[in-house]
């Protein structure tokens, strides 16, 4: 059955990206796509760099500002950060459930590259087992 998803963040350049670019390698019949309440420029590259090193390629992928969704409507609305379930917009479309799964912003990561690619690794590994199994108990039943 196919399921229409919307993830939100505030720059939509590196958790919802990483959790788009997941929920689509997880079922073909998922129409994802994911925005930010104040998009960035360009996609981080350090979630290009590490969603490449397990076979996901997002480098094509650009922040798009929610409101560009405002009007459609979605079975789930998921919010991944803290930024975006505060100033989440209110949806004019069908939005039959709203979800919140928090993780850091990997983009506060100090250190050397090395080290700032490890926080990096850490939040696309804390995204990919919780929407796993987000996948699993909700999209698949």
């Known amino acids: 059955m196919s399921k229409k998803i919307l993830i939100l963040c505030t720059g939509n350049s590196?958790?919802?990206?990483?959790?788009?670019?997941?929920?689509?390698?997880?079922?073909?019949e998922l129409e994802v796509y994911s925005a930010g309440t104040n998009p960035a420029a360009k996609i981080n590259p350090n979630t290009v760099t590490v969603m490449n090193?397990?076979?996901?390629?997002?480098?094509?992928?650009?922040?798009?500002?929610?409101?560009?969704?405002?009007n459609e409507s979605f079975d789930y609305v998921i919010t991944v950060?803290?930024?975006?379930?505060?100033?989440?917009?209110?949806?004019t479309g069908k939005v039959k459930k709203t979800i919140h799964l928090g993780f850091v912003d990997p983009y506060e990561a100090k250190g050397s590259r090395?080290?700032?690619l490890?926080?990096?690794?850490?939040v696309r590994d804390e995204i990919k087992r919780t929407f796993m199994e987000f996948y699993r108990t909700k999209l698949e039943e």
């Not at 090193?53 to 405002?70: N, Q, T």
């Open 14 to 28: 590196c958790r919802s990206q990483m959790a788009e670019g997941f929920l689509r390698s997880f079922g073909k």
């Open 53 to 70: 090193e397990i076979g996901i390629d997002v480098s094509k992928a650009v922040p798009k500002d929610v409101s560009k969704f405002i």
């Open 81 to 91: 950060c803290d930024n975006a379930k505060e100033s989440c917009p209110v949806f």
């Open 114 to 116: 090395e080290e700032i």
């Open 118 to 122: 490890n926080e990096y690794r850490e």
